[in-house]
C-alpha cells in the first residue's frame, strides 16, 4: 500500500468550468476527509466520510461543492461552475474508524484562470 | 474546537534540539493536542499527540504543562529534512468527526546547515 494518492496533481481550468478531483485513502481506512489549503494558511475542512456516508460538511462547502464515495472505497469532489477564489490546493486524508492519526495525500492544486 | 497560538517561523541549527511551543489557553478537559508537519509541496504528516503526560515517538516528543494551557514539540536532533511547517492543533475526543479540526497558520521551521 502506498498510502493515500490523489488525481490529478495540478489542474488548470478557466472560470466557470467544472473540475472533478479524486482520492484513493488507504484501502482499509473508513474515514476520509476532504480539506482546502490556501498559501500559507492551515488546511481548512470541507467534509468527510465514513464508508459511504457523508457525516459532516463545513460551512465553506458551497452548493458548487460536491463529494461522494461511492462503495466506501475511492471518494471525488466537484467543483461546478468554478471562480477564482477557488484556487487552492485540495487535500484528502482517510484514517481508521477510532485511530487518531490521519495520512494525507500530496494534494491537488487548482488553478481557476 | 479551541484554537491555538504558535510563532510564525523559528530558526535552529542542523543536528541541534529544536523545541516549538504551542499556547492553547482555552484547551477543555477532553482535548487532545495534535501536532502535524507539512514539508515543502506535500501534505500534511502525522508527528504525535497527547492528553496530559509527555509523550515519546521515534519522530518527536511532546512536552505538556501541567495545566495544560500549552506544550512543546521537541525535535531531539533537527536534520535539514526537519524543515518544514509544524502545526498545533486541538481535538476533543469526544468529538465524531475527529479531524474537523482547526488549523492556524502553524510553525515554519528553517534548519540552518
Known amino acids: 500500500d502506498t498510502g493515500v494518492s490523489q488525481d490529478p496533481r495540478h489542474k488548470i481550468t478557466k472560470r466557470g468550468q467544472n473540475v472533478t478531483f479524486r482520492c484513493d485513502p488507504i484501502s482499509e481506512h473508513n474515514r476520509l476527509y476532504w480539506y482546502r489549503q490556501t498559501l500559507g494558511q492551515g488546511p481548512e475542512f470541507l467534509t468527510y466520510f465514513q464508508n459511504e456516508a457523508q457525516l459532516e460538511k463545513s460551512r465553506l462547502l458551497s452548493d458548487r461543492f460536491s463529494a461522494e464515495r461511492p462503495k466506501g472505497s475511492f471518494s471525488t469532489l466537484e467543483i461546478q461552475r468554478t471562480e477564482q477564489g477557488d484556487s487552492a490546493m485540495y487535500l484528502c486524508?482517510?484514517?481508521?474508524?477510532?485511530?487518531?492519526?490521519?495520512?494525507f495525500g500530496q494534494g491537488t492544486r487548482l488553478t481557476v484562470v | 474546537d479551541a484554537k491555538t497560538t504558535q510563532p510564525n517561523s523559528m530558526e535552529s541549527n542542523e543536528e541541534e534540539p529544536v523545541h516549538l511551543p504551542c499556547n492553547h489557553s482555552t484547551i477543555s478537559g477532553t482535548d487532545y493536542i495534535h501536532w502535524y508537519r507539512q514539508l515543502p509541496s506535500q501534505g500534511p504528516e502525522y508527528v504525535i499527540h497527547g492528553l496530559t503526560s509527555n509523550v515519546n515517538n521515534r519522530m518527536a516528543s511532546l512536552a505538556i504543562a501541567e495545566d495544560r494551557k500549552s506544550s512543546t514539540l521537541i525535535l531531539h536532533r533537527a536534520t535539514l529534512r526537519d524543515a518544514a511547517v509544524y502545526y498545533c492543533?486541538?481535538?476533543?475526543?469526544?468529538?465524531?468527526?475527529?479531524?474537523?479540526?482547526?488549523w492556524g497558520a502553524g510553525t515554519k521551521l528553517i534548519i540552518k546547515p
Open positions: 486524508a482517510s484514517s481508521l474508524f477510532g485511530i487518531t492519526e490521519a495520512f
Open positions: 492543533i486541538l481535538r476533543d475526543k469526544g468529538g465524531d468527526s475527529n479531524y474537523q479540526l482547526i
